[in-house]
């Protein structure tokens, strides 16, 4: 399990409610562009303002549209673990290649109620478990030695890494030769990869996955500079949309290329024309096929 996973956003109406006829095109326009996974559910796919049953749904849709032909990962995170196994459930039924979950958040959980929740979804789970370390979001930090101990339990296969912690990447690569490793720092993902990750999951994939797929590819060929070079041109593309919302601006910018991405539920906002009209500039620095 390694390379570039696309963790696909979902299109949603001006009403809020899920976009169903956008997705199979959203896909399949990833697929052409070489993606070697779905990262599904996530964070990017704002599931967190979703229902279980719509999350749940989701898992099921996109199996159905994939048809076997890539790996898929069910993020499956939630506060409460009775939601968590709902999800794994539906995961697991829709074969599903293995699961990742962020780890609870809001309460304050201590890390021995965290731990807890890892051990449980990794004993459940009848697909293995990738453990997700964001602390940016969660504000959950976990120490080195907390996740070495979290990767040692069975049925673990590594983690996706949302830090810019190079360090541990490296040192973990040390310790569990065969672990999955999943940068998920866009802006650095060939520091990641040189540091031992085995991929990269990352938001601003919906807009540029060719470029980062050639970037990966770079790297496994040992051509640094080539690299390097779609590095700098993704980041220049990141730092406009850091500017005016990065979900808001992937779906209005894809949408523009011809992919309808539907829009962000609220409480986001909507772009106004004048930030359209700043993004639209961006377009013919983006490479599409």
């Not at 169903?20 to 959203?26: D, Q, T």
């Not at 996109?62 to 673990?81: E, F, M, Q, T």
């Amino acid at each position: 399990m390694q390379g570039i996973y696309l963790p696909l956003m979902t299109p949603f109406k001006l009403n809020g409610e899920i976009d169903f006829g956008c997705l199979e095109a959203m896909f399949e326009h990833h697929i052409r562009q070489g993606v070697h996974g779905f990262y599904v559910g996530g964070s990017s796919s704002e599931c967190f303002m979703m229902s279980i049953k719509e999350r749940q749904w989701l898992l099921g849709e996109i199996a159905k549209i994939n048809r076997g032909r890539v790996p898929l990962i069910a993020h499956v995170g939630a506060i409460s673990l009775f939601e968590v196994k709902q999800l794994i459930d539906s995961a697991v039924a829709a074969e599903y290649s293995a699961i990742s979950a962020t780890p609870p958040f809001y309460y304050g959980f201590s890390k021995a109620e965290v731990g807890h929740f890892y051990r449980s979804i990794a004993e459940y789970s009848l697909v293995p478990l990738l453990l997700y370390n964001i602390p940016g979001t969660t504000g959950v930090n976990f120490t080195h030695q907390e996740l070495f101990e979290l990767s040692e339990l069975p049925n673990v296969i590594g983690l996706k890494h949302t830090t810019s912690d190079m360090f541990f990447i490296e040192q973990l690569r040390q310790r569990f030769a065969d672990s999955a490793i999943f940068h998920g720092e866009d802006t650095m993902l060939v520091n990641g990869l040189q540091m031992g990750a085995s991929g990269g999951i990352g938001s601003t994939y919906n807009l540029m996955s060719a470029d980062y797929v050639a970037m990966f590819d770079a790297m496994q060929g040992g051509d640094t500079e080539t690299a390097m070079a779609l590095q700098r041109k993704v980041n220049s593309v990141t730092a406009e949309l850091l500017k005016h919302g990065v979900y808001q601006s992937i779906k209005f910018l894809m949408h523009e290329k011809g992919v309808d991405y539907g829009h962000c539920r609220e409480p986001f906002l909507p772009l106004s024309n004048q930030q359209k009209g700043l993004l639209a500039r961006v377009i013919d620095d983006i490479y599409f096929k």
